[in-house]
């Protein structure tokens, strides 16, 4: 990246908690949250668990909650995690900050569907076997509220954030899958090197913890079904890993041009070197079974931050001393990223840590990797490896170093973080201990 881009600011909203230093103690100690769903009554669901956001308040981090109105789940979480973002950037308190030169860039899904009310809508309108479309919208009068409708759509948080920090930069939002919020950040830089803005709030936010979003998981066979073992259902590279566990949040980073935050004295915390983005073109529930997407997406982040895979340092190390996977725990994705890191990384690739917190967190969705870069800068900050827990079972054709089931102390200064998204979409970025 010509222009350098760091970030000076970072914010989560997880079903761990709702802070940076509670969840990171709580990922270090290998702990997880995962609990039986209580949203709605999924007794007879083949996935009867999940990790679910609980005792959260959205209205201490906004001003003035009226402002606001009922916002979607997705939206609650988004501004949770941008407060602690900004907040911990010191930038509002910074009076000649041109908001016109910060933006947004969220990868951000829906809010919870409003299922109950279409249900409702569609049995009264159902006649001889089909739907009457005058009777329809007759119902829909009654049963469906459309301001709660609006609020569910996956724009709604990063208008909601504009209109809390008063920011009218560049704004975008991605739906791009499990990949969103990964790509949110890439495109975020690209916006900062280029010159477009100073200041860009970024990340991603979502729930799929609804009755559509279970049932659709399920069908794609897609989420772990241990309903007698739920806090061990989620075991990435494990011999035994049957599908993902459901998570939601969001999580939020501060991000500036270097030359912004060093005038206004901020504190860094990491800077981003590396985005590569790659599309499958395969199909669109399957990576491609040698991993090329994924492997193109971790050469083009590479290649931008300058790093050679299959290099050392002057330290002997190889260029990145840690991989945050995208190990969803299901056994295609887990095979197919750890071919694709051999793929890419060769010989380095047994001496690189690589985890996953989903195996605690469940998988976030377009939150996802969001939340995991975070971790990456805790990663650096703390020189501390989480791990990837439930592991007690390897399976043997996965043979990288997963730092299994307990954490690890370890000199970090360079992190690359994948996320891989249903349709083919593959994202990583790079980042590193900032060096002035």
């Not at 709660?148 to 975008?172: D, M, S, V």
């Not at 690890?408 to 349709?423: H, M, P, Q, T």
Request: charged share 20%; aromatic share 6%.
């Amino acid at each position: 990246m010509s222009c350098r881009v760091v970030v000076t600011g970072a914010g989560w909203i997880t079903p761990m908690g709702h802070d940076i230093d509670s969840v990171w103690a709580k990922l270090v100690a290998g702990e997880t949250s995962v609990a039986a769903i209580d949203r709605f009554d999924a007794t007879t669901f083949p996935t009867n668990f999940a990790n679910q956001v609980r005792d959260y308040d959205w209205t201490q981090y906004v001003d003035d909650p009226s402002r606001h109105a009922a916002p979607g789940m997705h939206t609650a979480f988004a501004l949770g995690a941008a407060r602690q973002a900004w907040e911990a950037s010191g930038l509002g308190d910074l009076d000649s900050l041109d908001r016109r030169r910060c933006g947004i860039y969220l990868g951000s899904g829906e809010g919870v569907l409003d299922f109950d009310s279409y249900q409702k809508t569609s049995l009264s309108a159902w006649s001889d076997g089909s739907v009457d479309d005058a009777a329809w919208l007759e119902a829909a009068r009654d049963h469906i509220a459309g301001a709660y409708e609006i609020a569910q759509e996956p724009n709604e948080p990063l208008t909601h954030i504009a209109r809390e920090f008063g920011l009218r930069g560049p704004a975008f939002n991605c739906l791009t899958a499990c990949a969103a919020s990964t790509q949110a950040i890439g495109e975020a830089c690209d916006i900062l090197t280029r010159g477009d803005a100073d200041v860009m709030l970024s990340g991603g936010t979502h729930t799929m913890l609804h009755v559509l979003g279970i049932t659709g998981f399920n069908r794609l066979t897609a989420l772990s079904t241990r309903t007698d073992d739920p806090t061990h259902a989620s075991r990435p590279f494990s011999r035994t890993r049957d599908g993902f566990v459901m998570g939601e949040g969001s999580g939020v980073i501060t991000l500036e041009t270097l030359k912004h935050a060093e005038a206004r004295g901020a504190n860094i915390l990491a800077e981003v070197t590396g985005y590569g983005s790659s599309a499958d073109a395969y199909r669109i529930t399957d990576l491609h079974p040698e991993g090329r997407g994924p492997a193109a997406a971790m050469l083009a982040a590479l290649s931008q931050a300058g790093i050679d895979p299959r290099g050392e340092g002057p330290d002997g190390r190889p260029g990145v001393q840690y991989i945050s996977a995208h190990g969803t725990s299901t056994q295609e994705n887990d095979s197919i990223e750890t071919a694709a890191v051999k793929r890419v990384f060769g010989d380095n690739a047994p001496r690189i840590p690589m985890t996953s917190i989903k195996s605690m967190m469940g998988h976030l969705i377009c939150a996802a990797g969001a939340v995991e870069l975070i971790t990456c800068l805790l990663i650096m900050k703390n020189g501390v490896i989480p791990p990837t827990i439930n592991l007690a079972d390897p399976d043997p054709e996965l043979d990288l170093d997963y730092v299994p089931n307990v954490s690890r102390e370890a000199d970090v200064d360079v992190c690359l973080s994948n996320s891989f998204g249903f349709g083919g979409q593959n994202d990583t970025v790079v980042a590193r201990r900032f060096d002035t």
